[in-house]
């Protein structure tokens, strides 16, 4: 029940005790615990595999410890086996598996996918790194401009979420060129402009 580590180098105990109480029949309470010296180490992706050296753990402590940054665009999961042996060489329990799960960043802009877009009748679309799952990668797009601005300074619109473009009033000449220049933005992004 160890809660997401939010911070890319937070540092988290894993405590594992067995006991087996079955060939004790009393008196309780019993104190049974023995304390016995353990030494600790890991395996798998990220610590004796590349990339190696990304995770470490104390030996004598059992801390895990994050030693770089994690970019979930990169790589989202690493799976880590933890193992622990008395000093006496004696192996108490098999390996534990840990699940490192990486949480995402709102870490990427939007980026549109072509440049420039032509055409009558069109949708732009952007794309963006972030976890599509999340706020992070909701991309909403606006007209910022258009050259020239007549006969009307708003003869396009543009659907905000899925980037359609139509014309919005009378007198489009195909004669004219006509120049409209469109923003994308992250509503996480519009947030914090705001």
Known sequence: NTPPIHSLLDEYCFCLLCLDLSNHRGPFPNE????????????????DKPPVGLFTINKTTGWLSVTKPLDRETKDKYVLQAHSIAADGEVKEGPMEIILCVIDQNDNMPIFTQNPFLGSFMTVTATDGDDPETDNADIRYSIISQDPPQPDPHMFAINSITGGIRVNSDGLDREVRVEIRIMNTEMMWNELIK
Not at 32 to 47: D, R, W, Y
């Open 32 to 47: 049974m615990v023995q304390e016995t010296k353990m030494i600790f180490s890991i395996t798998g992706e990220g610590a």
